[in-house]
C-alpha cells in the first residue's frame, strides 16, 4: 500500500513535468497507471496527490471540502468541532487535582448517669 501511494504521488508529479514538455503520451501513460491504483483502491475521482496520515497530520483541501480518505481499524476521525473541543480541553484544564479534605471527627457524650433518677411503682 505504501508502494502504491508513493507510485501515485511520484506519476503526478511525473505527469506534471510532461504536461509542461508537452509529452501527450507519458501524459496518457501515467493517468492510465494512476486510475489502475485508483480503482485498486476504490477511489472514484481524481483529487491530486493522494494523502497518508500514518503519523497523523491534517487533511489538505478547502474547510469543508470533501476529501477521499481510507482508515483503518481503531483509528478515529475528528470533526472540526470535535477538534476544538479536544483541544481547548488539552490547553486549559478545568479539573485540578485537590488534596483529600481533612477527617471530620464527631464525639458525642452520653450521660448514662442514674444518681438522680427516682423510680416510683404506680400500682
Known sequence: ??????????????????????????MSRLQTENQAIRDLYGIGVDTGKLQAFKVGGIVQGAVGEAVPAIVHGG????TAAM????????SNPRMVAQSPAA????????????????????A
Open 1 to 26: 500500500k505504501a508502494a502504491d501511494l508513493a507510485r501515485y504521488n511520484s506519476n503526478k508529479d511525473a505527469y506534471d513535468v510532461a504536461k509542461k514538455s508537452g509529452n501527450t503520451t507519458e
Open 75 to 78: 483509528e478515529m476521525v475528528l
Open 83 to 90: 477538534q476544538a473541543t479536544l483541544w481547548d480541553a488539552v
Open 103 to 122: 477527617p471530620t471527627y464527631i464525639t458525642n457524650n452520653i450521660d448514662m448517669g442514674a444518681e438522680n433518677v427516682t423510680l416510683t411503682d404506680k
